[in-house]
């Protein structure tokens, strides 16, 4: 079993920056894919970003290309979402995924473990 807690989120203007950060316990998640979701309030959770297990391969919606930067550090089994140029468009609570799978997902159903989430908002 796999606990994913994220943290980092919070209030930032528009234009600022945030690193969101997801850690892993219960066993290492080095041989798994991951993910970012987010939700914001009245809508579905959407995609934002991915990263495969070796980090040779990551995968962004195009609404963050350019902005947000998924990473990992498997030594500390932690994820990132470094976070630059936030619109107030990006506010939401942000959910980091793990997949039992090398390879990238985009599609939530295709996870096999979440967080909790972190609120991020933006102002304008």
């Known amino acids: 079993q796999v606990q994913l807690v994220e943290s980092g989120g919070g209030l930032v203007q528009a234009g600022g920056s945030l690193r969101l950060s997801c850690a892993a316990s219960g066993r290492t998640i080095s041989g798994f894919a991951m993910g970012w979701f987010r939700q914001a309030l009245g809508k579905e959770r959407e995609f934002v970003a991915t990263?495969?297990?070796?980090?040779?391969?990551?995968y962004y919606t195009d609404s963050v290309k350019g902005r947000f930067t998924i990473s990992r550090d498997s030594a500390k089994n932690t994820v990132y979402l470094q976070m630059n140029s936030l619109k107030p468009e990006d506010t939401a609570v942000y959910y980091c995924?793990?997949?039992?799978?090398?390879?990238?997902?985009?599609?939530?159903?295709?996870?096999?473990?979440w967080g909790q989430g972190t609120q991020v908002t933006v102002s304008s």
């Open positions: 995924a793990a997949r039992r799978t090398p390879t990238m997902s985009t599609l939530g159903r295709g996870y096999d473990y």
């Open positions: 990263i495969s297990s070796s980090a040779f391969n990551t």
